[in-house]
């Protein structure tokens, strides 16, 4: 027979999946995870944008910034495809991996620390 009064424990919720530091950090290692597996960057894009607005102020400037990385850094792509007909865009689309990589690392460090992004809506780093 059953407590009536038994209540199951409450859990903070934080998990991959749900909006917190743990999935900050899965968007960010998922772009980084996309220079060999290119779809996760496309997942964690998506994981961004569901769990933005969800969470502490300090995390939505992690899902402001990642979105942006997203973003930015596919523009920075095409324009960088678009000059290797002048051969300069292969110097740029090495610029532009280490751009992203150092946008990630960056993130995975401020979130690591429970640190907000200081200006997430910054076009640089």
């Not at 950090?25 to 998506?46: D, E, P, R």
């Amino acid at each position: 027979m059953a407590d009536p009064n038994y209540r199951p424990p409450v859990t903070s919720g934080e998990g991959w999946f749900s909006p917190g530091r743990l999935n900050v950090q899965l968007v960010y290692c998922l772009y980084l995870v996309s220079f060999v597996v290119g779809i996760t960057g496309i997942i964690g894009l998506i994981l961004a944008y569901v769990n933005r607005g969800k969470s502490e102020p300090w995390i939505d400037t992690h899902y402001t910034y990642a979105i942006r990385t997203f973003w930015i850094g596919l523009l920075y792509a095409l324009i960088s495809s678009i000059l290797m007909l002048v051969a300069i865009g292969a110097i740029l689309i090495f610029g532009v991996a280490i751009w992203i990589v150092v946008r990630c690392v960056i993130g995975l460090q401020k979130a690591s620390a429970g640190e907000p992004i200081a200006r997430p809506t910054s076009w640089w780093i």
